[in-house]
């Protein structure tokens, strides 16, 4: 059984490194989002707690920027906790969100990431709020790829937030609501949301078989490519990272046209 497994992971290098080798970096996407599913499923298939999965789901995370590094991905969205998240039992959320706010102090500990904040404060710990604020504002420096942390989070929530912002922001300038209605358009709305300023995701990956957005960035996804793989998140492999390049390099996005 050992020797079997030995060889197989063997195979699997070999047949990554051939894939990496064919990889144009022209045709990588910048942005990638990531629906990271499947940890407590994973745990229960390998006999053990959920937040065992979780904290397996925790150390793929740095992993898997560290393949974004190596083939030229700018921007990652990482999807760590969904507003519905919160309406699971105490026993699984608190520790959870004890393994999120260390993902994201080991993230700005790195030195390699710049961390940016996606999601509403207002369901968070104080604890939880500091550690994200002080992870953008020690990492604001840094050259590395851009990290999204999606905690918190929600597609609809984003957009309500996004047009309460607007609507904020005209009401400090004394705009009226018919000055307000002639100057809204997608672009205005598109500055309001968590990620204003960034370019939308090129490719989103979800893992664990499921096929369906959940409310992933519903604005910013609108001509995204999705990729979906079968393996739970804590077994996802540089092979299948470097298939999800692959597989959208092949395709000839249209945004509509």
């Known amino acids: 059984m050992k020797l079997r497994d030995n060889l197989r992971r063997l195979l699997v290098r070999v047949y990554a490194r051939r894939v990496e080798g064919h990889l144009d970096h022209d045709q ?7 629906i990271m599913d499947g940890n407590r499923r994973w745990a229960k298939a390998a006999g053990g707690t959920t937040v065992e999965g979780h904290q397996a789901g925790a150390e793929k995370i740095e992993e898997f920027l560290g393949w974004c590094a190596e083939t030229d991905v700018e921007v990652v969205t990482l999807w760590l906790l969904s507003t519905d998240n919160f309406d699971r039992p105490q026993e699984e959320l608190v520790p959870l969100l004890g393994i999120i706010e260390g993902v994201v102090t080991s993230l700005a500990a790195d030195g390699r990431w710049r961390i940016h904040h996606v999601g509403t404060t207002d369901v968070l710990p104080d604890g939880m ?13 840094n050259e590395g790829i851009l990290v999204n942390v999606a905690i918190g989070y929600g597609g609809r929530q984003e957009i309500v937030d996004a047009v309460r912002s607007v609507l904020q922001d005209a009401s400090a300038r004394g705009a009226t609501l018919d000055e307000l209605a002639e100057t809204i358009d997608v672009e205005l709305i598109g500055r309001h949301l968590y990620t204003g300023d960034q370019p939308d995701p090129d490719l989103v990956i979800r893992t664990s078989g499921e096929q369906r957005l959940s409310g992933f960035m519903l604005w910013q996804t609108a001509h995204s490519e999705y990729y979906f793989c079968e393996v739970f998140w804590p077994a996802f492999r540089k092979v299948d990272f470097l298939r999800a390049l692959r597989d959208y390099a092949a395709r000839h996005r249209r945004f509509g046209g």
Do not use: D, F, N, S
């Not at 990588?28 to 990531?34: T, Y």
């Not at 709020?129 to 420096?141: I, N, P, S």
């Open 129 to 141: 709020r500091r550690t994200l604020k002080e992870a953008e504002e020690t990492t604001a420096g």
């Open 28 to 34: 990588v996407p910048k942005h990638i989002g990531v």
